[in-house]
Structure formats: C-alpha cells, structure tokens
C-alpha cells in the first residue's frame, strides 16, 4: 500500500479487511513499524486516540501506533 498522502483509518481498515479476504489470519499478523525501508524495525504494542478537532475537541482526527505503552 503506497499512499502520497496521510493514511486514513478507513484505508488502513479497508486494507486489512483486503487482507483477510485473500486469506490472511490477522490475529497472527503482528503490527511492525520503521520510518523508512532502511530503518530497523519497531515492534508495535498499542494504538491509541491522539488528535481531537480544535473547534469542537471532540471529534477524533488522528489515532497513533505506540511502540512504548509504559506511559499510558
């Protein structure tokens, strides 16, 4: 998946439920994370809430994927 701008939750969800209709076992899938092709890899423990809309601060815009949950 190659994307030229932000993801979006809908295309991250949509993309898995791609995956597991070709037959992927997502509860065996583990969730990586690397900033780029040649960066080591970070193990992903957690996704949480992040942004909330300015005006109304209730309306979710962004959600992060957290590789160090000892804060939470």
Known sequence: MKHDKQLTAQELYDWLKELHKDGANLS?????????FDADVE???GV???LRDSQ???T????CLVTD???V
């Open 69 to 71: 949950l000892s804060e």
């Open 48 to 50: 949480i809430e992040d």
């Open 56 to 58: 109304d601060n209730e």
């Open 60 to 63: 979710l815009t962004s959600i």
């Open 28 to 36: 065996k899938v583990e969730v990586n994370y690397r900033h780029n």
């Open 43 to 45: 193990e992903v423990y």
